[in-house]
């Protein structure tokens, strides 16, 4: 069984940094594209930052430079350290995991999110 675990989120003020992780059970870490979304009230969910089977990662226009995402093998987790937050970086976020158009989302396997609000 399949399980993604997010955690890490929290409010911070304009300028501020946090790390957001997700523990993935279950034997799909590192053999399928995972990454991480995020969903403000009454927006769509926009992709941030995915890394794919090989290994290549690609980052959101809107947060380059300030994110950065990795991915910890032998712990099963993926990471996102996001620096010099926004008040538009406010949002939950999601953790998602194996690639598959057959899947709500674009993803089959989700977390339950975690918020991250940012005041100015």
């Known amino acids: 069984q399949v399980n993604l675990v997010e955690s890490g989120g929290g409010s911070v003020q304009a300028g501020g940094s946090l790390e957001l992780s997700c523990v993935v059970s279950?034997?799909?870490?590192?053999?399928?594209?995972m990454g991480w979304f995020r969903q403000a009230p009454a927006k769509e969910r926009e992709e941030i930052a995915i890394v794919d089977t090989n290994d290549r990662t690609s980052v959101a226009d809107s947060v380059k430079g300030r994110f950065t995402l990795s991915r910890d093998n032998a712990k099963h987790t993926l990471s996102l350290q996001m620096n010099n937050l926004k008040p538009e970086d406010s949002a939950m976020y999601y953790c998602?995991?194996?690639?598959?158009?057959?899947?709500?989302?674009?993803?089959?396997?989700w977390g339950h999110g975690t918020q991250v609000t940012v005041s100015s």
């Open positions: 279950g034997r799909i870490f590192g053999k399928y594209s």
């Open positions: 998602a995991a194996v690639r598959s158009t057959s899947c709500t989302g674009g993803y089959c396997y």
